[in-house]
């Protein structure tokens, strides 16, 4: 795997809310937050660009609204903005993809000669993978640190439930099998960028 100088990591929605487990459910992937802070230490780093990406949402109920406690970047991120030696983006939004979001992501990408993003983040099944899906579809290289997102027990049409491993499977398998990004580990991503 090569990564490029100018690759960009787009850390996505590691937002406090997302600690609230009555409302969101069990969770998986435990090793998530410390692979994510270990992303955004390598790139800083290196020196390559990094994203921050925070859902603003517009759910009254939701722990990710504006004003709340929940809405603000988890401590370990907050800590480490503003902090690398390379360029830094810090945009909201309040849909599923960071493209839309507010300044236009890929604007600022394509204005900076960026043509590969390294999505990591929060969930993986929804906000991760709609902005790797996307960053595919507009024709970037997309890697998707699998391990440095996670998701949770969700249940859908008929009561259909599937448990959050099942859902980051499923993402996992959809981003490979269509060809959106390429499905990778932290590990390989810290090892191509040292």
């Not at 890929?106 to 000669?113: F, I, K, N, V």
Request: charge should be negative; proline fraction near 4%; glycine fraction near 12%.
């Amino acid at each position: 795997m090569e990564i490029a100088g100018n690759a960009a990591l787009v850390v996505v929605d590691v937002q406090q809310g997302f600690e609230e487990e009555a409302y969101w459910g069990p969770r998986n992937n435990p090793d998530a937050d410390r692979n994510i802070a270990g992303l955004i230490d390598v790139w800083q780093a290196s020196g390559r660009p990094v994203v921050f990406v925070r859902h603003d949402s517009t759910e009254p109920g939701s722990p990710l609204r504006v004003g709340r406690p929940g809405n603000a970047f988890k401590e370990y991120v907050e800590e480490r903005r503003g902090k690398g030696s390379g360029a830094e983006l810090f945009l909201t939004k309040s849909v599923n993809s960071a493209f839309y979001g507010t300044p236009d992501l890929d604007a600022w990408l394509r204005e900076a000669g960026v043509r590969q993003i390294v999505v990591a983040g929060i969930q993986t099944n929804m906000c991760a993978e709609t902005t790797a899906r996307m960053g595919g579809n507009l024709g970037y290289e997309v890697f998707f640190a699998f391990d440095a997102t996670y998701t949770f027990d969700a249940v859908g049409p008929w009561e259909w439930a599937l448990g959050a491993d099942d859902l980051a499977r499923a993402t996992a398998v959809t981003l490979h099998g269509g060809g959106f990004a390429s499905v990778v580990r932290s590990a390989e991503l810290v090892a191509a960028v040292k």
